[in-house]
Nanobody, 115 residues
Framework: QVQVVESGGGLVQAGGSLRLSCAASGSIFSINTMGWYRQAPGKQRELVARIFSGGSTNYADSVKGRFTISRDSPKNTVYLQMNSLKPEDTAVYFC?????????WGQGTQVTVSS
């Protein structure tokens, strides 16, 4: 089994920054992709950013230039640096880890941006 735990959410004013962390542990042989998704109230879960095993990344258009995803492979950890936060970034942020052919989700961490 694989456990995924996020941390780093909180309340911040518009224009502020937060850094999310996600650590995977357990029966991990090879992690393919690590990514961040978010879900706002009444909306579908959407991709925010992901990073592949080779280091390439992709981002949602709404966060390009403001968010940066990075990865510490030996620690099986992924980070999301969020700058210039906007009220519309308010959501529960989930980490997803792909190991071989299976995906594992964390429990989510709340990010609230006040105007």
């Amino acid at each position: 089994q694989v456990q995924v735990v996020e941390s780093g959410g909180g309340l911040v004013q518009a224009g502020g920054s937060l850094r999310l962390s996600c650590a995977a542990s357990g029966s991990i042989f090879s992690i393919n992709t690590m990514g961040w998704y978010r879900q706002a109230p009444g909306k579908q879960r959407e991709l925010v950013a992901r990073i592949f095993s080779g280091g390439s990344t992709n981002y949602a258009d709404s966060v390009k230039g403001r968010f940066t995803i990075s990865r510490d492979s030996p620690k099986n950890t992924v980070y999301l640096q969020m700058n210039s936060l906007k009220p519309e970034d308010t959501a529960v942020y989930f980490c997803k880890v792909a190991v071989l052919s299976r995906s594992y989700w964390g429990q989510g961490t709340q990010v609230t941006v006040s105007s």
